[in-house]
């Protein structure tokens, strides 16, 4: 019940004696006061509660309700105390649920409103569902496509927040529709941050890596913030499977001239190289990873093991020829059967070239992987005789340098052969 106060005010104003034009600002006092007198949660809403119903009354049009709505709605935003915002701001959408055909506008006034609280209790899925009941496809009032975008976007991101990953995407799929319609920058920056977001999040992260990469370009951003967007590029580039693709985004990566200032250069100075990753260096940038980039894979490994793995498998195959099963097991840090899994499935995805000749326990890397090839009976074949071609050649190459070195010896230092009687 409301407080007698309030109850007299509003019998006050719904008596048909009081001028009609003199209601709206009298019920904009009496708001006023509620809000700057009542302390006690419980008095607070029900007494908004009493007011919004009587201005939603018979006694009042809807041309005057709505304007006196939106006062009410600033009323309830210039309570200080968070908690007690919410429950005032729950209370007049409750109010308005039956009518809100009516006051559309003021039920999203009303939404975004306790978004913003939620948002800064950092109850993020609760803000996301004041703003879903957001009619955005109405026929009473026109909505431009900036707004419809800017709420999906602002949905896509407090779902990021908790780590829903599958609401947010669909958030973001409806502002994919209507992409090319906005031309605010800070809106296609939010769609690039969430879908380059959702991509990580996915464990695309290559996708990821280059969303990452072009966001750090946008002149909108401070310099911070564009140089935490290309840590994230160079994050999710490292953690991306080992191949060709990979190697591209690396090389571009690394000749970024902004690259040698953010923490994870060492790393990916490496990676670009070709060069071992030792369990000391994983160890240290695994401490900057998000959860979900330390998470398991199927075969039982974290996301990162998987991908240095990789690595440190496709710069063996560049720096020898042949290798032991049991010796590259030795380098990766894993057993025989392990090292022997990783190789098989990056031959036969065609990120690196080459065969395995289980009969003595060898791997023979051949060139570079194109990507494109899947590894046959054929391809291995040719492989395997382009080794031995190049074998060949080796040895060719020793015979004529062993024979040219002999014939300086010979023209430096002759020998007089002496007839012997």
């Known amino acids: 019940m409301p407080s007698p106060e309030v109850t007299r005010s509003l019998q006050k104003l719904e ?3 009081t001028p009609q034009q003199d209601k709206p600002a009298k019920y904009k006092r ?8 009542t302390t006690n949660p419980q008095d607070l809403t029900q007494d908004l509660e009493a007011v919004i119903n009587s201005i939603l009354g018979d006694n009042l049009g809807i041309v005057t309700a709505r304007p006196l709505l939106g006062a009410a709605v600033e009323s309830i935003k210039s309570i200080a105390d968070l908690e007690l915002r ?11 649920e039956s009518r809100v055909v ?9 939404r975004e409103m306790l978004a913003d609280a939620y948002t800064l209790q950092e109850e993020y899925i609760e803000a996301a569902k004041a703003l879903q009941g957001i009619q955005l496809e109405s026929s009473q009032r026109r909505i431009p496509d900036g707004d419809k975008v800017s709420v999906w976007i602002r949905i896509c991101r407090l779902y990021l927040e908790e780590g829903d990953t599958t609401s947010a995407e669909s958030y973001l799929n ?8 906005v031309s605010d920058p800070e809106l296609v920056l939010g769609f690039q941050l969430s879908e380059a977001r959702i991509l990580d999040a996915r464990r695309k992260f290559l996708e990821a890596s280059q969303a990452y990469h072009s966001f750090s370009f946008s002149t909108v951003l401070d310099e911070e913030e564009r140089t935490r967007a290309l840590s994230s590029a160079i994050v999710c580039a490292v953690l991306a499977g080992a191949g060709p693709q990979r190697s591209r985004a690396l090389a571009k990566l690394y000749k970024d001239e902004r690259a040698p200032q953010v923490p994870e250069f060492g790393i990916l100075e490496k990676m670009f190289l070709d060069r071992l990753l030792s369990p000391e260096e994983v160890s240290k940038f695994s401490e900057s990873l998000s959860p979900h980039q330390l998470a398991l894979t199927s075969d039982g490994s974290t996301v990162l093991a998987k991908a240095v793995v990789e690595h440190n498998l496709l710069s063996v195959s560049k720096l020898y020829d042949n290798i032991g099963v049991a010796e590259l097991a030795s380098l990766l840090g894993l057993d025989a059967e392990k090292a022997e899994g990783y190789a098989a499935r990056m031959l036969e995805q065609g990120r690196i070239a080459g065969s395995i000749d289980q009969i003595d326990g060898v791997i023979l890397f051949e060139g570079l992987a194109t990507g494109a090839e899947r590894g046959g009976t054929e391809q291995r074949r040719n492989a395997v005789g382009k080794g031995l071609r190049k074998w060949d050649s080796r040895v060719q190459g020793v015979a004529e340098e062993l024979e040219r070195v002999a014939s300086m010896i010979q023209l430096h230092h002759p020998v007089s052969w002496l007839s012997v009687p």
């Open 15 to 17: 008596d048909s004696s």
């Open 30 to 37: 009496l708001l006023d006061q509620i809000v700057s007198s």
């Open 86 to 96: 919410i429950q005032a701001g729950t209370t007049a959408l409750r109010s308005l």
């Open 102 to 110: 009516s006051f559309e506008e003021q039920d999203a006034q009303l």
């Open 174 to 181: 409806r502002a994919k529709n209507l992409r090319h319609k």
